[in-house]
């Protein structure tokens, strides 16, 4: 007895050609997959309740107010985390990665972070004085408010970072790059700013009393009503840069590049001559 008419057409295996498209559309679809969540698109891969230490996940994790004083954290991955008015105090976080992590209020002070990553975090109002930040990634953070006091952030990479009235009273910052920061109303009086890169920065009614900024690089930036007096400008470049109400008695301008683009004689002080 015929099973089947004669239109049914009898099954066929795919050809070769057709089994490997279907093998890599598979193994592509793995990947994308596989690559999705290890992007950590929700904390399915990270260890929120793991103990604290080198080189532990806490991606996107929440540990807002934690008791992380002196703790090792070095290496770790807290990209995305919540640690608003965490107590982090003496912690090392050397090459730790906390980009577009949440750090509002907290305590930072002595934290130990050189070539710390905290690109685009919010630390508004954090404490963090004698803090190393040495070589740090800090590009488009938020700092405003901020206590830096004696800090050192040399070699940090601050492009675009908002420090607006932070405070930064004898910090170290030399030859970091602040361009296009924003650090209008900052107290840095007794900062060490050798070298630094504030091209474009808006400094406007910053106070940089007795601050040291040999070879500065502040060409077009705005220091409208900034307070260097007694500062060292030896040697800077301010060429562009708007100079209006500035203060500068007692400033040493020895070779410094005037806003017109003339080099003040050696020995000026408080008048390019």
């Known amino acids: 007895m ?13 050809t070769t050609s057709q089994g490997i498209r279907w093998v890599n559309a598979g193994a592509l679809w793995w990947a994308l997959f596989t690559a999705f969540l290890l992007q950590g698109y929700g ?29 090792d954290l ?3 991955t807290l990209s995305f985390a919540l640690l608003n008015r965490a107590q982090l105090e003496r912690a090392r976080m050397e090459e730790a990665d906390l980009g577009q992590a949440s750090l509002n209020d907290a305590n930072l002070n002595k934290v130990r972070g050189r070539g710390v990553r905290l690109v685009a975090a919010d630390m508004q109002n954090i ?17 405003r408010a901020a206590n830096l006091d004696h800090a050192d952030l040399s070699g940090a990479h601050l492009y675009d970072v908002d420090l607006r009235g932070a405070t930064l009273t004898s910090a ?34 910053a106070d940089l009393r007795g601050a040291n900024l040999r070879g500065a690089q502040l060409q077009d930036s705005d220091l409208y009503d900034v307070d260097l007096r007694d500062s060292d400008l030896s040697g800077a470049d301010l060429s562009g840069a708007d100079l209006r109400q500035m203060m500068i008695p007692g400033a040493k301008l020895s070779n410094t590049i005037w806003f017109d683009r003339r080099r003040c004689r050696p020995g000026s002080i408080g008048v390019c001559q």
């Open 43 to 71: 904390t399915a891969f990270a260890g929120c309740d793991d103990t604290a230490a080198e080189g532990v996940n806490w991606r996107g994790c929440n540990k807002n107010g934690a008791e992380l004083n002196d703790t």
């Open 172 to 205: 170290r910052l030399v030859d970091t790059n602040m361009e296009q920061a924003r650090i209008g109303g900052a107290r840095m009086a007794g900062a060490d700013l050798a070298g630094a890169n504030l091209r474009k920065a808006e400094l406007e009614g």
């Open 127 to 143: 404490q963090a004085n004698f803090a190393d930040f040495r070589d740090a990634r800090m590009e488009r953070a938020d700092l």
């Open 74 to 76: 070095r290496h770790a």
């Open 2 to 14: 015929q099973l089947c008419p004669n239109y049914c057409a009898p099954s066929q295996a795919p």
